[in-house]
């Protein structure tokens, strides 16, 4: 159906308009984000209705979906044998950030839900087979920027620096994107830009370096 048409333009937010998590744990996860029963966490707290623009960064593992539950991100404290029950649903996180009355919201993740990392399993033992790896539907007012599709993983770069699609999401986001033979020049970086791009950096990079797909998804919400 198409990448949607929105337009991304590099600025800088004030400090104190940004929360950060390091090693984030369940609790940490739900206090900003909302749980299930209660979306109003403290990120819903600081927007601005009608004005805000949210921009989510989430860089760690996810999981796959058990006997048909939703994936998972996985908090720094959770249970790799339960993660159904001490993950954070990524269609929860979704549902809640589609609820936020701001103006735009994007989500980027730097993560994968297949269960594998290039450093293996993230669920121990577990046989690939038993799970579900299907991404959530994206509600309207959200979109979602993932480095990979939801049964690929996400590389790093060589030296391990940066993810391979975080560095080139932000190349891209700079300016590399908006640049031919991605896009027009005109100062901003739309989507469609940027999946171009992507599509000629990170795919190319991830095959070349790992032999493996990868291939960012950009997804607006109702698509």
């Not at 937010?13 to 984000?33: C, H, P, W, Y």
């Not at 579900?132 to 994206?138: D, G």
């Not at 939801?150 to 590399?176: I, R």
Request: charge should be neutral.
């Amino acid at each position: 159906m198409g990448i949607p048409r929105f337009n991304f333009q590099a600025r800088c937010s004030k400090e104190g308009n940004i929360i950060f998590l390091k090693d984030a744990t369940g609790a940490q996860m739900v206090r900003v984000f909302g749980s299930e029963r209660d979306y109003r966490g403290q990120l819903h707290d600081w927007v601005k209705s009608g004005k805000s623009r949210v921009f989510v960064y989430y860089s760690g593992h996810g999981a796959p979906g058990h006997q048909g539950s939703s994936p998972a991100l996985v908090p720094t404290d959770a249970d790799a044998a339960r993660i159904e029950l001490n993950g954070y649903p990524l269609q929860q996180l979704y549902d809640n950030l589609g609820k936020l009355p701001a103006q735009s919201v994007t989500l980027v993740l730097e993560a994968c839900f297949s269960g594998q990392s290039p450093g293996g399993s993230v669920l121990g033992k577990a046989s690939p087979v038993f799970f579900e790896v299907k991404a959530p539907p994206v509600p309207a007012n959200l979109t979602v920027i993932s480095a990979g599709a939801a049964n690929q993983v996400a590389s790093w770069e060589q030296d391990e620096s940066d993810g391979l699609f975080t560095k080139y999401f932000l190349t891209g986001m700079a300016g590399a994107a908006d640049k031919p033979p991605y896009g027009n020049g005109d100062g901003k970086v739309t989507l469609d830009e940027l999946d171009h791009y992507l599509k000629d950096t990170l795919t190319y990079f991830a095959r070349r370096y790992y032999g493996r797909d990868q291939t960012a998804q950009i997804v607006g919400g109702g698509r």
